[in-house]
């Protein structure tokens, strides 16, 4: 069965500096790969996904992502931090074998961003 | 356009009873999917419907059930509720027209089970 794991459940960072969120995903078969973010009280919202076109994904608020098949990786990045990027992050797949959209989901980073 | 919208935004049950949360989806969207969000499980998938037929199911017992309308809105109900039912139960939509489509997720509705 497909898998999802991200790297540490918290990673703090100062502000201005590089984010670096980690996500490996376990099938064979590459599968759509997904970021979301979630802040406190609310639904997801997309960062960014990759279908199957360019490795290099770029999202909104300033973050992307490099799809790796040899590593099986989907890293999420952003240069500089900013405090507003405080937040719980998703990585999620979604299986190309299988029917339907279902998202599996990753256990979650918690971003803290300092001043 | 409006987004997804999820009704009530908080629910509060005891042991036993059922529960049935609504789900409207973003206007055109006939994909709507069913999620359950606890800090130990995480998010985890429940269900999804498509044109009214359940077109994927997560390992949920069955007490977790689903339906969709005509009209793409969704609901879903839990019976004999459990403590560890308690959760934010997260609702999305899709066009549901082909694999890898984006899912836009509604605000949840947070289930406190006593």
């Known amino acids: 069965a497909q898998s999802v794991t991200q790297l540490g459940s918290h990673v703090s960072v100062s502000e201005g500096a590089l984010v670096l969120l980690r996500c490996n995903y376990s099938s064979s078969v590459p599968p759509y790969l997904f970021w979301y973010v979630q802040y406190p009280n609310q639904g997801l919202q997309l960062l960014l996904k990759y279908t199957s076109a360019a490795t290099l994904v770029k999202g909104i608020n300033g973050f992307e992502a490099e799809f790796k098949k040899s590593e099986t990786s989907f890293h999420l990045t952003k240069p500089s ?35 | 356009k409006a ?22 989806p973003i206007s055109g969207h006939r994909s709507v999917s069913w999620y359950q969000q606890t800090p130990g499980q995480g998010l985890q998938f429940l269900f999804e419907y498509f044109s009214e ?62």
Not at chain 2, 7 to 21: D, E
Not at chain 2, 57 to 74: E, H, I, L, M, T
Request: aromatic content about 8%; some cysteine.
């Open chain 1, 81 to 115: 931090a900013h405090m507003s990027d405080a937040a719980e992050y998703f990585c999620a797949v979604s299986d190309r074998e299988q029917a339907g959209t279902a998202l599996i989901f990753g256990k979650g980073t918690t971003l803290s961003v300092s001043s």
């Open chain 2, 3 to 24: 987004g997804v919208t999820q009704t009530p935004r908080y629910l509060i049950k005891t042991r036993g009873q059922q529960v049935t949360l609504s789900c409207s």
């Open chain 2, 53 to 114: 037929t359940q077109r994927n199911k997560g390992n949920f017992p069955g007490r977790f059930s689903g339906r969709q309308f005509s009209n793409s809105r969704s609901e879903m109900n839990v019976s004999t509720l459990e403590l560890g039912d308690s959760a934010l139960y997260l609702c999305a939509s899709s066009l549901g027209r082909a694999q890898g489509e984006t899912q836009y997720f509604g605000p949840g509705t947070r289930l406190l089970v006593l």
